[in-house]
């Protein structure tokens, strides 16, 4: 796996005038990786072409797809775990697999473990940030630690600031 350094180090030698052959010569690199990192700025992450083959638990996955199914409309505490699922398919089907390959498959079919996602793009007026703590303020009377909120609205640069007793903001 190549790194971000490395595709930097083929790009500047390239712009130093050195083929692509040269390159690989003189990094022990492919003349494919040489044309990658000429054409790519970063390392491109590796993607699965295709899905990975399952000889003994392809036929079973049906299978476990239907004990989540059902298992979706039972209460949380009563829900088969992967223990629990692997053993009947041993039990009840004749499962000849491994217990890691139910473990690995049951969080892509989880219905009840999606990522949970919340925008935090709020329209202008609509939310606010707010803090609160204790200041040190310059009175007449001397140094005091005074209590105070600062509040400041979503798409604003103006927070306000208002302590306890004062009346404007």
């Not at 790009?11 to 052959?21: M, T, V």
């Not at 494919?32 to 072409?49: C, F, M, S």
């Not at 199914?69 to 053993?87: G, L």
């Not at 005091?144 to 640069?157: A, E, F, G, Q």
Request: hydrophobic content about 35%; glycine content about 8%.
């Amino acid at each position: 796996m190549r790194t971000v350094d490395d595709f930097a180090r083929i790009r500047q030698l390239h712009r130093d005038g050195l083929s692509g052959r040269q390159i690989a010569q003189q990094l022990g690199v492919g003349r494919d990786t040489v044309r990658k990192a000429i054409g790519n700025p970063e390392p491109q992450p590796y993607t699965l072409a295709a899905p990975r083959s399952a000889p003994v638990f392809g036929p079973f996955q049906a299978l476990v797809d239907a004990i989540v199914a059902t298992d979706a409309t039972v209460p949380p505490k009563q829900r088969h775990t992967a223990t629990q699922i692997y053993r009947r398919l041993v039990a009840e089907h004749r499962y000849a697999g491994g217990y890691d390959q139910v473990r690995r498959y049951l969080p892509q079919r989880r219905l009840d473990r999606h990522e949970t996602f919340i925008s935090l793009d709020h329209p202008p007026g609509h939310r606010c940030e707010a803090d609160f703590g204790h200041i040190h303020v310059d009175l007449p009377d001397g140094r005091r630690l005074v209590p105070v909120l600062i509040v400041t609205w979503s798409y604003s640069n103006a927070p306000s600031g208002r302590s306890r007793g004062s009346r404007t903001g």
